[in-house]
């Protein structure tokens, strides 16, 4: 596969998921290497009072430490965090994380719309959104912003996802760069991760 | 939905700091973005200048305002962990060198936290004899924290947490439901002082053994941060503690070397240096 709009001048990835995300994710986080340059912000729905057990989950399989970042601790490059249990997770001006305990969003906290539009927000153009299989629509929103901000848009393709309303929704409320598959989606970040040699 | 930029933040900032005297200047950007978005929606104003001039206007709508601006979203025994070391650790500590143990509970919110404390205490035979000051910029969630009334939907999460726990009782011998409504038994906090301070603009009015601030600070940024642990700091004896929610970090403030860790996964300190 062929992309077209990949160059060098990306800051940061956001990925989205839910229900049936889970599987994909590890797969994906296996072929991050360790030197992959930019931040990998996940936002993924997951129980709301279990505080462990989900980052070891992901960690057998990643080959990158996956941080679940404390209030107002700053991105740094290449490293992989995800939203913590029961928090939701925005992204501020000055490249750092905030925490909020605010209502539920799309009945999710951490929501997907948050990370997501706080990212677009920060990285505008500089910023690519990858929403994988789930089951409610949060992340569609937020995918909008992505794209109205210019930044570059990839979905899961919903033939592949366990459950496709989230893709689909946001495939309904904007334009979406790719629509790929796991497989797709690793070669994608590896055609990056050449980008920045 | 509209976009809502800097300038428009500063502008309604500006207006509450000069005729009101609350400063939202230093508030974490992305949160308080949402917050005006929400009550731009809620009010229906078609724009943020309609807003400002309301809040200019109507000092009674400003209230109105404290209380949508701030989160209360807010749990019993939230993270039940945290809750068994207060009980097993941290008050068996204060105890061996205070009579009494004085707690503040600094952006009370709707008090589930405040009975959460109260219950715990009860079940250690030591309310009586304990000080309990609960404080919030925001008096309507004042006027809900002393009325104790909380939704059933709610109290089956709080009851879970409490479980967690491992309190000695049922939570429901601490309350009563009427009309799908949950009442609290309102001898737990008949001693509990409920004031209003704000922690960015108020002063540091009295000194205690632990001081709660958990997921309050989140929603201000790093310089406003700073400003209010210095006071927390001056607001705890030495040897007292200051417990934070479990994703804030004392890590990067000026003032962390004025404190130890005691317990790092619940985010509790131990004051060392005044």
Known sequence: ?197 | MQEIHIVDLRKITEIIKTKYGYDFTNYAISSFKRRILRILELYKFNSVDALAKKISDDPAFFEEFISEITVNVTEMFRDPSFWRIIRDKIIPNILLNHKKVSIWHAGCSSGEEVYSMAILLKEMGILEDSKIIATDIDDQILERARSGVYTVKNMELNEKNYVRFRGENELNKYFEVKNGLAYMDKSLVKDVSYRRHDLVKGIVFNKFDIVLCRNVMIYFNQNLQNDVLKKLHESIFKYGYLAIGSKESLIWCEIANKFIVVNNEEKIYKKIKE
């Open chain 1, 1 to 197: 596969m062929k992309f077209p709009d990949l160059n060098n001048t990306f800051k940061a990835i956001v990925i989205g998921g839910s229900a049936g995300s889970f599987q994909g994710i590890t797969r994906i986080l296996a072929q991050v290497p360790e030197d992959f340059p930019l931040p990998i912000i996940m936002c993924l729905h997951r129980l709301k009072h279990v505080r462990n057990g989900f980052i070891e989950a992901l960690a057998i399989k990643s080959i990158k430490e996956v941080i679940e970042p404390f209030d107002k601790e700053s991105i740094k490059r290449g490293k992989v965090y995800l939203a913590p249990a029961n928090y939701h997770l925005s992204v501020e001006l000055g490249h750092y994380f905030s925490l909020s305990t605010e209502d539920m969003v799309n009945n999710s906290r951490p929501s997907i719309d948050i990370t997501l539009e706080t990212a677009a927000f920060t990285y505008k153009n500089k910023l690519i959104g990858i929403l994988l299989s789930g089951a409610n629509k949060d992340g569609a929103l937020g995918m909008k912003k992505i794209k109205d901000n210019g930044g570059l848009t990839i979905v899961q393709d919903p033939a592949e996802c366990m459950i496709d309303t989230m893709p689909v929704a946001a495939l309904d409320i904007t334009q979406i760069d790719y629509t790929l598959g796991i497989e797709n989606i690793i070669q994608f970040l590896s055609e990056i991760h050449k980008l920045y040699k």
